[in-house]
């Protein structure tokens, strides 16, 4: 598939729900390019498919919810005891509560807006924090974004504001991190049709939409996020970008007007 070599490289994958995640496009590369990987997931509720998903893999499943302290200092305790030391973490993960996307933003609660900070941003630097430790030969760390953290897409709303914090610690992290040779960086995905998705009031419309008005005319494929990823987290093609959000949205987000279909200007 990809002509990359990562045997004796090791990772972690989180937010791995099922074959549609985003999680899942990123590690099927990774695994076929030979890294061996271990995934992380948030509750017993998915532990089956994943086992299911990886069968063909020799990988480590670990549970942990981002949101404890205690979930994320026994993972990365495990990776340490298995791997020794770690080359990348792919963060595919995020939550808001559903009536943020239901709502006008200027009613977000105080409650709302921690949780989908806590989840969406503050648990990258977590991530980060422990990673970084079982990361002596320098790595590379990717997170997943969406252009609704830069410009106004409706009904975002919530989530929209916790991908500005992501994308902003994702700069500050890769300061931070760059002397020791550790790359942070971001992708902003066009529209996918995953679980997390599907929870944004109106997204088959603005799917469509999104398809519609991109340079390409078309929609992404997540494999497409996975190639991308691919790239920015092995050493030989990547090893010279960090702290950057790079775009898999077949142009969407440098577009500066649209035309309707039928109008000429
Ligand atoms: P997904 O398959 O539903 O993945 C989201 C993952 O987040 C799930 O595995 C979910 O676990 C996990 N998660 C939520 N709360 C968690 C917690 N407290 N601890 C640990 N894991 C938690 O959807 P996806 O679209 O692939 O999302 C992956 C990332 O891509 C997200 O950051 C999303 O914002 C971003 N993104 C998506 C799109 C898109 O159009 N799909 C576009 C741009 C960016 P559970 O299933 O157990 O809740």
């Known amino acids: 598939m990809y002509n990359i070599d990562l045997s004796g490289k090791t990772g972690l994958v989180m937010g791995v729900a099922n074959a549609r995640s985003l999680a899942w496009a990123i590690a099927q590369p990774l695994a076929l390019s030979g890294a061996r990987l271990a995934y992380s997931y948030q509750g017993e509720r998915i532990l089956p498919g994943l ?31 298995d791997y020794g030391k770690i080359d990348f973490v792919v963060h595919a993960l995020a939550f808001a509560p559903r009536v943020t996307f239901e709502r006008p933003f200027i009613e977000v609660s105080r409650e709302d ?34 252009l609704a953290g830069e410009r106004v897409v409706p009904n975002y709303n919530m989530m ?38 599907r929870s944004i009031s109106g997204f088959g419309d603005m799917f469509t939409e999104a398809g519609r008005s991109s340079m390409m005319k078309r929609n992404i494929e997540a494999s497409e996020v996975g190639g991308m990823a691919l ?7 990547g090893s010279g970008v960090t702290g950057a959000t790079l775009y898999v949205d077949a142009g969407f987000h ?11 200007l």
Request: charged share 20%.
């Open 51 to 81: 086992q299911e998903l990886t069968a063909g893999q020799d990988a480590t499943l670990i549970e942990c919810d981002v949101t404890k302290d205690d979930d994320l200092d026994a993972l990365f305790a495990t990776l340490a005891e």
């Open 113 to 146: 807006w921690r949780t989908a900070m806590d989840v969406s941003a503050y648990s990258l630097v977590a991530v980060s924090q422990r990673a970084a430790g079982i990361m002596p030969d320098g790595g590379s760390i990717l997170t997943l974004s969406y």
């Open 160 to 197: 929209g504001v916790a991908k500005a914090a992501l994308e902003a610690s994702v700069r500050y992290l890769a300061y931070n991190l760059g002397p020791s040779g550790i790359r942070v960086n971001a992708l902003s995905a066009g529209p996918v049709r995953t679980v997390a998705a």
């Open 231 to 237: 790239a920015l987290l092995c050493e030989q093609l």
């Open 254 to 264: 440098s577009i500066g007007m649209f035309v309707p279909d039928g109008y000429e």
